[in-house]
Structure formats: structure tokens, C-alpha cells
């Protein structure tokens, strides 16, 4: 079929590169050919690399595997695939099957031993766990960071007790805030149930923004805080460690003390208040389903 003439498309149209653009760099139209357009729409369709200027070494996404990296097939460098565990691998040396190294390692390897299936507040292959450096006072909340994605149902929150028991509680709980502080979840207030030392503390999650609630699903993908408070005589310690941190008052503070003179967990809508001071400590936490 003859080659045929095409008028400029729009500006935005350049994005696509020179080589599928019916139109030059001084806007006149060239000349294109049925094959062209059809690479042209199929370009857009599949989401091809736009190697824009800085990215244009060659990459293809060629499709996943049920785990690890392919094991048969003739691959180039550049390739990648995803696994159904969520997982990217690229190939760094041409061959069949070639050489692969996992994008994701860290997070893959954290991920596999992550406690319950859930996120922590930090990996435990990275924080040697110790008795805590600071103990939060009585009927204060203590934030500490973590990493949740978008999409995942907390039902329970834990933390793990150190070698200080709770003498004569009268509060305990959890909550789940947000990057902002604002608050997601809460546990149950525990009352006066015993927090013996040495031992793992999960609790259920009880309520949300709109009520009475066993789970939350989170929103976004990023930081978000869970919090642990306690009224008692002697407040009880959890398992953690010093890491990270906010050296300097860099915000956001990752750890410290938030909401003082607590005892049942706050009415909704409600936003613990700013950590003021790095707390120098890091308690080991985790939300899982």
C-alpha cells in the first residue's frame, strides 16, 4: 500500500519519539505508512517505553512468572518480569535463560519474614531487639512509623513485651493513624487485663471512623503510625531498638510521644497530636490481617 500523508498531530503526540510521529520537529507532515500507524496504535495500546530523554536504554517488560525469575527462554538485558508474589526481576546478562537480579530483594526477603503476613515498624534482620531505652509515661500514647500499602486489611496490631510487667493497669490499646496522625483504628481499651512481660500482645482492631469494625483498609501506600498506650502503676516495656530516628529535629519524627493524659482510646475523628521530640526509641510493632 502507498505511503499516504498525515496532518500534525498534537504537541503532546512527541511524547510517543520521533521514529512513530507523523509529524517532524519543525511541525511538517511527513510521510507514513499503514505499518507505521498500525505500530503507532499498537505503541499506545500496550504502554510501550516513551525512552525519554535520560531513559532510553532499551527495557521490555515480558511478561511473569509464578516465582523467581524465568528458568527457560532466551531473554535480553533490559528484560523484566513480575512475579505473582509481587515481585520484579531483571535481567542484567543476556543468555537462556541469562543472568536476573531481583529489583525488589530487600523488600522481598523482609516481606518473607515478615511477622503474621503483615508490615513491621522495622525489620527485625535490621534491629537488634533490646529492652527499651526509654519507657513512655503513664497515659501517654507513643507513636512509632511504619510502612502499610494501599489495599491492605489491618485487623490486628501487636506488640511485644520486654521484662517490665504492667503493675495495676487500668487502660491498654493500639491504634492505626495515618501520615497526618489522624487516627484510622483503635483496639479495645483492655482495661485492667494483665500485660505480663516477655510475651507477644496482639490485639483485635474494634472500631473505625464509621464504627464498629473488625478491619481497616488502607488507602494510600506510604507512612503510616501505630500507636500503643497504657495507664498503670508501673507501665509495662516493649521490645524494640534504636533505629532511624530524626537526628538534628529533621521531621517528620518516625518515634516519640504524642497524646499525654490518656485512658480510653479517643472518640473519632480524632488526630494524636505532633511528636515533639524524637523518643530515642523504636518499638518493634506490626499490623497484619
Not at 500500500?1 to 511541525?27: C, N, Q, R, Y
Not at 513480575?82 to 526481576?89: I, Q
Not at 513485651?161 to 493497669?169: E, M
Request: proline share 6%.
Amino acid at each position: 500500500m502507498a505511503d499516504m500523508k498525515i496532518s500534525a498531530l498534537p504537541a503532546a503526540s512527541a511524547a510517543l519519539g520521533p521514529d512513530l510521529i507523523p509529524v517532524d520537529e519543525a511541525g511538517v507532515s511527513k510521510s507514513v505508512s499503514v505499518t507505521q500507524i498500525q505500530t503507532l496504535i499498537s505503541a499506545a495500546t500496550l504502554g510501550l517505553p516513551l525512552a525519554l530523554t535520560g531513559a532510553t536504554t532499551a527495557t521490555r517488560y515480558v511478561g511473569g512468572t509464578a516465582a523467581g525469575p524465568p528458568t527457560t527462554g532466551t531473554f535480553a538485558v533490559g528484560d523484566f518480569v513480575v512475579t505473582a508474589e509481587g515481585l520484579v526481576w531483571a535481567c542484567t546478562s543476556a543468555g537462556t535463560p541469562g543472568t536476573w537480579t531481583c529489583a525488589t530483594a530487600y523488600d522481598a526477603a523482609d516481606r518473607a519474614m515478615a511477622a503474621g503476613g503483615g508490615y513491621e515498624t522495622a525489620s527485625r534482620r535490621s534491629l537488634a531487639l533490646q529492652a527499651p531505652a526509654t519507657v513512655p509515661a503513664s497515659g501517654t500514647l507513643y507513636l512509632v512509623a511504619l510502612y502499610i500499602p494501599a489495599g491492605f486489611s489491618v485487623g490486628h496490631i501487636s506488640f511485644v513485651s520486654s521484662g517490665t510487667a504492667a503493675l495495676t493497669p487500668t487502660h491498654w490499646w493500639y491504634g492505626l493513624y495515618d501520615s497526618s496522625r489522624v487516627q484510622l483504628a483503635v483496639t479495645a481499651d483492655q482495661t485492667n487485663a494483665a500485660y505480663g512481660a516477655y510475651q507477644p500482645k496482639p490485639l483485635a482492631i474494634a472500631t473505625i471512623a464509621s464504627g464498629a469494625s473488625s478491619t481497616f483498609v488502607t488507602t494510600y501506600s506510604g507512612r503510616h503510625y501505630v500507636g500503643w498506650m497504657m495507664t498503670a502503676g508501673t507501665v509495662a516495656t516493649n521490645w524494640g531498638g534504636v533505629l532511624g530516628g530524626s537526628p538534628g529535629g529533621i521531621a517528620p519524627f518516625l518515634a516519640g510521644i504524642s497524646d499525654t493524659g490518656q485512658t480510653t482510646p479517643p472518640a473519632f475523628a480524632h488526630t494524636a497530636a505532633t511528636i515533639s521530640t524524637d523518643g530515642g526509641w523504636w518499638p518493634w510493632a506490626y499490623v497484619a490481617a
